[in-house]
């Protein structure tokens, strides 16, 4: 029988965060792209918590959206609320996060996609793979049809095989009852893909009604709103937010949970696959920390058009009068009524250390992926995956040079280097943590670091690049005008320093040496700098930062020139390990299956350890004077 046959350069097969910006990517660069999703419906879905962003997920999308990416741009135009996270703490972890409209931010995503040049949207399942010869050919869709393809990037989230659990009940279908893909993974596995099964959960979604918010304390947005858009002016988003609410789980709540257990399916085997650690359902909570009195629960709204509200905090999979039960015990939901019940998901994904630091399949030319399907959680951390594979599968494409961070010079670049690099057998999330080098990888300079990079490929205008080149020049020139102003020790300034706790001045001293004490900072000292110029808010934050933790930041660049060293070491990925003498089996081994691109990120392999390192630099110094010496022969 004939079948629909259509030729196309990249085939995105996903429409969620991570598909979204693969597909926009591509298109972008002018590459003629498609992009499949069970439901048009359904396109960048918050199937779970209702904001972007937060703990160091806001430094992913700031990240993104430098690059050229469109995550930090749509929360901009659909926020409900937006605050800066951990505001009391150092720079390295400040953390935007924003409540969202989910919606507003589904339909204002489709909108962009619907509305940019070489992009196709198309609703419909793929089945399977085209690979011949260990290249990508395109796919097939369940009805027949095939999508010829010089690239194709997979972004199914948690849709392949998917299962919906709570108490006895199972339903095979996606989040929100969307449908499940049940036919991919075979072809995955037909062609040599090796596959996990993780899961995650969601808590329940209550009617606003039913809930007494005089009990709660009360969760404001902040007064001056950050963007998440470097592009965004933030003049231009000034509105009115929503509140968010706070309470907390009980000892009753508890004893009702572990009185439940056994018809919990985390905890009677029903639940097959692994789940996240660091977002662990409430039933996990009370069994892995059992001496603590009480856990947050985060009331959310899900968005100006509903009064559901999201449980955060309270992820699970018990039945629903259990459900019932415990969430009525919560201080301010005694009466609460519950619109959609909380459940698990198991779906299927990959083992990533079959990628390459590109994203691309080791085994499979021209096969990309990214988010959850790499077996990642979360949004943010599926969005910036999604963006490098498009930006990659569109390089091979072109011809051009591939893209890789590395993880001195993003947290996109430590996320895709953690999944393609440990072993990971759970849903990875994102952390400060992680990041070895968080001073310099701050939330507020993501531009700084990353436009020329963004701009290099293609996806950030001239315009956009040329501003933050004048702010960079902005920058340096204020931070050296403070450096070289001296103010004397006369009244007006001890006055000033006695007001805010500081040391009087015994002699003269710069701007810039005030601006070091702990106590004092670059915006206060306005009254004492009648030549000050006029910096945007965010110009005099990176001033601010500069000055005042130089000596932490010059220590760390130092780190990073250490760092880009071991990076530097290239290694061939055909290269046979078991070739070099003194190396240890499990090494040889480890090595062999991960194929590093280079010494830097063979010392970051489980099993790899530093003696291993100090072999392989022997032998590599050892084969390039030996073939130094070939050349002179």
Request: net charge negative; aromatic share 8%.
């Amino acid at each position: 029988m004939p079948c629909l046959d259509e030729i196309y350069d990249v085939v995105g097969v996903g429409a969620g965060h991570a598909g979204c910006e693969a597909a926009l990517a591509c298109a972008r660069l002018g590459l003629e792209t498609i992009m499949f999703t069970v439901s048009i419906d359904s396109i960048a879905l918050m199937p779970c918590n209702p904001n972007i962003g937060g703990s160091s997920k806001g430094h992913l999308v700031r990240e993104l959206d430098a690059l050229g990416g469109e995550m930090g741009k749509n929360i901009d135009k659909t926020f409900i609320q937006s605050k800066m996270l951990n505001e009391s703490k150092g720079p390295a972890v400040h953390s935007l996060r924003a409540q969202a409209d989910k919606q507003d931010y589904t339909r204002e995503m489709r909108r962009t996609l619907e509305n940019t040049d070489h992009l196709m949207l198309r609703q419909a399942e793929v089945s399977e793979i085209v690979v011949e010869d260990g290249k990508i050919r395109g796919v097939k869709t369940f009805s027949g049809a095939v999508y010829r393809s010089k690239a194709v990037v997979l972004a199914t989230g948690t849709y392949l095989n998917a299962r919906c659990i709570y108490g006895d009940v199972s339903n095979a279908t996606g989040p929100n009852g969307l449908q499940a893909a049940n036919h991919l993974t075979d072809s995955l596995k037909a062609n040599g893909v090796e596959m996990f099964r993780f899961k995650t959960g969601t808590p329940a979604r209550v009617d606003k009604r039913s809930i007494d918010f005089s009990k709660m304390d009360e969760q404001f947005g902040d007064r001056r709103v950050v963007p998440f858009s470097f592009s965004t002016d933030p003049e231009t988003i000034r509105k009115d937010q929503v509140s968010c609410w706070l309470t907390y789980t009980n000892e009753r709540t508890h004893d009702i949970i572990r009185a439940n257990l056994d018809r919990s399916p985390l905890f009677s085997g029903a639940i097959e696959g692994t789940g996240p650690r660091y977002c662990p359902s409430i039933e996990d909570k009370v069994v892995k920390f059992p001496d603590k009195e009480r856990h947050q629960v985060f009331i959310e709204p899900e968005g100006l058009y509903t009064n559901e509200m999201y449980l955060g905090g309270m992820s699970s999979s018990l039945p629903e009068d259990v459900q019932y039960a415990m969430y009525r015990t919560v201080v301010g939901l005694e009466h609460v009524k519950i619109v959609r019940n909380a459940y698990a998901i198991e779906y299927d994904c990959i083992n990533s250390r079959q990628l390459k630091p590109t994203l691309e399949f080791k085994d499979i030319e021209g096969l990309f992926s990214g988010g959850q399907f790499n077996g990642s959680s979360g949004y943010e951390e599926a969005a910036v995956q999604g963006f490098m594979a498009g930006v990659n599968a569109a390089m091979k494409v072109m011809g051009r040079e591939p893209f890789v961070l590395d993880r001195s010079q993003a947290y996109i670049g430590v996320l895709i280097d953690d999944l393609v690099t440990k072993e990971n057998h759970e849903p990875y999330r994102m952390m400060t943590s992680r990041a070895e080098y968080r001073l310099l990888l701050r939330q507020d300079n993501a531009d700084l670091r990353l436009r020329e990079i963004g701009h290099q490929i293609g996806l950030v205008s001239d315009e956009e690049f040329d501003r933050t080149l004048q702010k960079k020049k902005d920058i340096e020139a204020e931070v050296d005008r403070l450096e070289h102003t001296n103010i004397g020790a006369n009244g007006k300034v001890q006055e000033f320093l006695e007001r805010h706790g500081s040391t009087p001045l015994k002699t003269g001293a710069t701007l810039a040496e005030l601006v070091r004490r702990p106590e004092l900072n670059y915006e206060m000292l306005a009254e004492l700098d009648d030549k000050r110029p006029e910096l945007s808010s965010d110009t005099a934050e990176q001033v601010n930062i500069n000055i005042k933790y130089e000596g932490y930041i010059r220590r760390q660049k130092q780190q990073v020139a250490q760092f880009k060293k071991l990076e530097s070491k290239r290694l061939d990925d055909d290269f046979d390990y078991s070739t070099v003498k003194s190396l240890r089996r499990e090494a040889v081994q480890k090595l062999n299956l991960y194929k590093p691109i280079s010494i830097g990120q063979a010392s970051r392999i489980s099993g790899v350890s530093p003696a291993d390192i100090s072999v392989l630099l022997v032998y590599l110094e050892q084969r390039r004077h030996g073939g130094r010496r070939e050349e002179n022969d």
